[in-house]
């Protein structure tokens, strides 16, 4: 299906956007981010139709879809930032004493060795990931395809637990 020319377009445009829109704004609850989403699926549209113009509806309602989702997560990952944010301001109101600011620095210092023995893949995604990065972004950061990064960070955490494991035992 060849969709740019000017009236196909938009004659697909005006019979089509209401519903889009419509379905958009029930599904992040906000009419301006809706407005700006249903453009992004009709700019899709226009880069890149379906190959079947009967299918039009359905392409529509999955691109419209994965575009929605796409928004919602991106807020919740903003929201999370912002709440950790915002803890950490409210955490420094009060200020710590003297012995609490060695404990905490020692205890950096201590993470950070213990870090800083694992191998550097498995350095970098657990920093990303505690740093608030997406599977996504870890994957692209890394060079890894995106299915692999749950598992590596799970090898990770088990390496950082064994250490941390060993050297409280060499303490103790």
Do not use: C
Request: net charge neutral; hydrophobic share 40%; glycine share 4%.
């Amino acid at each position: 299906m060849s969709i740019p020319e000017s009236s196909a377009f938009r004659n697909i445009f005006f019979a089509h956007y209401p519903t889009v829109h419509r379905k958009l704004t029930a599904l992040v609850r906000d009419e301006a981010a809706a407005d700006d989403l249903a453009q992004e699926v009709f700019l899709r549209l226009y880069r890149n139709p379906p190959d079947n113009p009967e299918a039009l509806g359905a392409w529509l309602h999955r691109v419209l879809t994965r575009i929605g989702y796409d928004y919602l997560e991106k807020k919740a990952r903003e929201r999370k930032l912002q709440n950790k944010q915002e803890m950490m301001y409210e955490g420094e109101a009060a200020p710590e004493s003297g012995e609490e600011a060695l404990m905490r620095q020692m205890d950096q210092e201590e993470v950070r060795a213990w870090l800083d023995s694992l191998p550097e893949r498995d350095r970098q995604a657990l920093l990303l990931r505690y740093s608030g990065y997406s599977y996504a972004e870890i994957a692209q950061e890394l060079n890894v395809r995106p299915p692999l990064i749950g598992s590596l960070l799970q090898r990770a955490t088990r390496k950082l637990q064994a250490t941390a494991t060993k050297a409280m035992a060499r303490q103790d």
